[in-house]
C-alpha cells in the first residue's frame, strides 16, 4: 500500500491544512471553491470517479428555485400571474412537499441562503437565462411551486451550465488539484480508546492501486443511488458510495426509504430526463388511448407533486394492463401491450418554436431517438432520480463522525422531508456546498450528536448467493420502487441478504445501499411522500417521525 502522499501533485504545501472533497457535482465544486476563497491557505484534493464534469448535476434540466431580491428589483420575480413572490412562500412548499418530514430549520437556511448563492454563482460567472427582450431573469414554475421562481440556463441545461462554470473555476485554481477516475474505498479513522474516531483521510483506488491520502476534513459529494434501479435518470456513477463510505465509519444515516422517481424520463435506454417544466410550460400526461389521466389522481393535475405523479402513472398503468387483461383479444400483439403499458407527455400544444427556443437540449435529445415532440407525444417512464435519505448532517455539513462532512444528495440534513420539492436540489448544493466549507475554514466545529437505532445488518446476512446488478435492479424495481408492499419489502430483504457482495467496490456499495433502503422501508408501515405503500394506500395524516441508524459495531459490511 502507498502511503500518504499518493497521487501526483497532491501533497498539501508545508504549513498548509488539507480538505479532501469527493465527488465534482455542484455540490462538491461548491464546497471546494468556497474552501479557496475563505482562506487561499488551505489545499484542496477534489477526486472524481470519472471525468471531472460526469456528476449527477450535470443531467439536471430543470433549473434551481430561489427568490432572489436582487433580482426582483430588475422585474422579473413574479408569478405567471403577476403576484409577488416571497421567501416565505418559497418555505411553505418546501415544507408541504416534504409531507411533514422536512426540517423547518434546515429548510429555512435553504430558502433564505438563496440570494447569496445565486450571487456567488453570477459572480463566478454563471449567467441565467433572461426574458425575451428583457435584462430581467426568466423565471419558470414548476411542479408543486405556488409561484415562478426557477432560474434556468441555457433553457433546459441549467446543470450542465454549472458545471462547466464551477469546473473551470476549480481547475484555474493552482490550491485545488483534481483527482479523476479514482474510486475511495474507505474513510481512513483514527482515535485513542474511548474517544470517537475521527476522520483523517482516505483510501482510493487508482490505476490498479490501492492508495491513502490524509487530510484535515473529509468532505462526502457522492451524489445519490439511481443505479439502484432499472430506470433511472443518474449517470452510471450513481453507485451509493457515499452512503456506504459514511456507515462503514460509523455516521449516522437517515430518512432511507425516501427515494424519489421522476414521473417523466424518456422511455428509452439510459431514461434521459425529461424535465419537469415542460409540464410547467402546459404538457400533458395522457395514457394510451389519449387521455389526460392525472387530473383523475390529483386536483393539481399534471402539476402534482413529482412523488403524486410518479405512483398515478404507476397506479394508472397497473388499472390499464388489468383492464387489457380481462378484455384480451386473440387479435392483440406484443406492439399493443407495448403501447398500452406506456403513458405519454404530450408537448405539441407549445409549438415546434417555442420548444426549441425554450427546450433546445431535450428538442434534439428526443430527435436522436427518432421522435418529433412538436409533433407528437413522446413516451415516458417513472425513473429513479434522487435519494432524499442519506447521511445525517447538521445544516453546516457535519456528520456524526468528527472531521468527516457530506452535502448535496449525500446528505441529509432533512431539508427535502418525505419528498424533495422540484428544482431545490441544485440550490441545496449551492446553499449547504459553501455552509461546509465555511465550517470547515472556521475550523470544523464539534460532531453533533443525533439520536440512532444501531442496526446490524450482518446479522441477518447468509451471502450465500451470487448475483449481478441486473439481479439487483430487478429487485429492486418490482419490490421497493415507486409501488411497496409489506411482503414485497420481506421479500427484498431475504434475498439481498442471501447475496454475496463480491470483489467489485461499487456493487459492494449498492448492495449495502439496497439493504439499508429495504430496511428502512420496511420500518415504516404508513405511506408518507415518496414512500407509497399500496397495502397501506392513505397518507398518515400525522407520519411517524423519521428515523435514523448507525451500524452496531462488529464486522464491516
Known amino acids: 500500500m502507498t502511503p500518504d502522499p499518493p497521487v501526483r501533485g497532491t501533497g498539501a504545501r508545508p504549513g498548509t491544512r488539507r480538505a479532501v472533497v469527493v465527488g465534482g457535482g455542484v455540490a462538491g465544486l461548491q464546497a471546494a471553491l468556497t474552501v479557496r476563497r475563505l482562506d487561499p491557505g488551505w489545499d484542496v484534493v477534489l477526486l472524481t470517479k470519472a471525468d471531472l464534469v460526469e456528476s449527477n448535476t450535470r443531467y439536471a434540466q430543470g433549473g434551481i428555485a430561489a427568490v432572489v431580491p436582487h433580482l426582483a428589483q430588475a422585474g422579473g420575480a413574479a408569478t405567471e400571474e403577476g403576484e409577488s413572490d416571497s421567501v416565505e412562500a418559497h418555505i411553505a412548499d418546501t415544507l408541504a412537499a416534504g409531507a411533514g418530514l422536512a426540517d423547518q430549520h434546515a429548510v429555512a437556511v435553504l430558502c433564505e441562503g438563496a440570494a447569496d448563492g445565486i450571487r456567488t454563482l453570477q459572480e463566478a460567472g454563471v449567467a441565467f437565462d433572461t426574458a425575451t427582450g428583457s435584462a430581467a431573469p426568466a423565471l419558470g414554475r414548476e411542479a408543486a411551486h405556488s409561484a415562478a421562481?426557477?432560474?434556468?440556463?441555457?433553457?433546459?441545461?441549467?446543470?450542465?451550465?454549472?458545471?462547466?462554470?464551477?469546473?473551470?473555476?476549480?481547475?484555474?485554481?493552482?490550491?485545488?488539484?483534481?483527482?479523476?477516475?479514482?474510486?475511495?474505498?474507505?474513510?481512513?479513522?483514527?482515535?485513542?480508546?474511548?474517544?470517537?474516531?475521527?476522520?483523517?483521510?482516505?483510501?482510493?483506488?487508482?490505476?490498479?492501486?490501492?492508495?491513502?491520502?490524509?487530510?484535515?476534513?473529509?468532505?462526502?459529494?457522492?451524489?445519490?443511488?439511481?443505479?439502484?434501479?432499472?430506470?433511472?435518470?443518474?449517470?452510471?456513477?450513481?453507485?451509493?458510495?457515499?452512503?456506504?463510505?459514511?456507515?462503514?465509519?460509523?455516521?449516522?444515516?437517515?430518512?432511507?426509504?425516501?427515494?424519489?422517481?421522476?414521473?417523466?424520463?424518456?422511455?428509452?435506454?439510459?431514461n434521459p430526463l425529461v424535465s419537469e417544466a415542460v409540464r410547467g410550460e402546459g404538457a400533458r400526461l395522457l395514457d394510451a388511448r389519449g387521455h389526460a389521466f392525472m387530473e383523475d389522481y390529483h386536483p393539481d393535475g399534471d402539476l402534482a407533486p413529482r412523488d403524486v405523479v410518479s405512483r398515478s402513472i404507476a397506479r394508472h398503468l397497473a388499472r390499464a394492463r388489468a383492464t387489457d387483461t380481462d378484455t384480451a383479444t386473440a387479435t392483440a400483439t406484443d406492439a399493443d401491450t407495448v403501447q398500452a403499458s406506456r403513458v405519454w407527455l404530450d408537448?405539441?400544444?407549445?409549438?415546434?418554436?417555442?420548444?426549441?427556443?425554450?427546450?433546445?437540449?431535450?428538442?434534439?435529445?428526443?430527435?436522436?431517438?427518432?421522435?418529433?415532440w412538436s409533433s407528437s407525444p413522446v413516451p415516458v417512464v417513472p425513473a429513479a432520480h434522487y435519494w432524499m435519505g442519506g447521511v445525517r448532517t447538521d445544516t453546516d455539513g457535519r456528520t456524526s463522525v468528527p472531521g468527516l462532512f457530506a452535502v448535496g444528495e449525500v446528505a441529509c440534513t432533512g431539508v427535502h422531508g418525505a419528498n424533495r420539492l422540484a428544482s431545490n436540489s441544485l440550490l441545496e448544493g449551492v446553499v449547504f456546498g459553501a455552509r461546509c466549507a465555511t465550517a470547515i475554514v472556521d475550523g470544523g466545529g464539534e460532531a453533533p450528536r443525533f439520536d440512532a437505532e444501531l442496526l446490524d445488518?450482518?446479522?441477518?446476512?447468509?451471502?450465500?448467493?451470487?448475483?449481478?446488478?441486473?439481479?439487483?435492479?430487478?429487485?429492486?424495481?418490482?419490490?421497493?420502487?415507486?409501488?411497496?408492499?409489506?411482503?414485497?419489502?420481506?421479500?427484498?430483504?431475504?434475498?439481498?441478504?442471501?447475496?454475496?457482495?463480491?470483489?467489485?467496490?461499487e456493487t459492494a456499495n449498492l448492495l449495502l445501499c439496497a439493504r439499508l433502503l429495504v430496511h428502512a422501508a420496511a420500518g415504516r408501515a404508513e405511506s408518507c411522500g415518496a414512500h407509497y405503500r399500496s397495502d397501506q394506500p392513505d397518507d398518515a395524516s400525522r407520519p411517524a417521525p423519521s428515523r435514523s441508524y448507525v451500524r452496531a459495531q462488529g464486522r464491516t459490511p
Request: hydrophobic fraction near 45%; proline fraction near 4%; charge should be negative.
Open 149 to 270: 421562481r426557477v432560474l434556468h440556463i441555457r433553457g433546459d441545461a441549467t446543470g450542465a451550465g454549472l458545471v462547466d462554470v464551477l469546473a473551470a473555476a476549480v481547475r484555474s485554481d493552482q490550491g485545488i488539484r483534481v483527482v479523476e477516475n479514482a474510486v475511495v474505498t474507505r474513510v481512513l479513522l483514527e482515535g485513542r480508546p474511548g474517544d470517537a474516531p475521527r476522520a483523517t483521510g482516505v483510501e482510493l483506488l487508482q490505476d490498479g492501486e490501492v492508495r491513502q491520502l490524509g487530510a484535515d476534513a473529509v468532505v462526502l459529494a457522492t451524489g445519490g443511488a439511481g443505479q439502484l434501479f432499472e430506470h433511472t435518470t443518474n449517470p452510471a456513477i450513481a453507485t451509493g458510495d457515499g452512503v456506504a463510505l459514511a456507515w462503514r465509519a460509523g455516521a449516522v444515516v437517515a430518512d432511507l426509504e425516501f427515494f424519489q422517481f421522476h414521473p417523466t424520463s424518456l422511455d428509452v435506454p439510459g
Open 347 to 372: 408537448a405539441t400544444a407549445l409549438g415546434k418554436a417555442f420548444l426549441a427556443g425554450r427546450f433546445p437540449f431535450l428538442t434534439a435529445l428526443t430527435a436522436r431517438y427518432g421522435f418529433d
Open 457 to 505: 445488518l450482518e446479522a441477518e446476512a447468509t451471502a450465500t448467493q451470487d448475483f449481478t446488478r441486473a439481479d439487483l435492479r430487478s429487485l429492486m424495481s418490482d419490490h421497493a420502487g415507486v409501488l411497496r408492499t409489506g411482503d414485497g419489502l420481506d421479500l427484498a430483504r431475504k434475498h439481498l441478504a442471501a447475496y454475496r457482495p463480491g470483489s467489485d467496490p
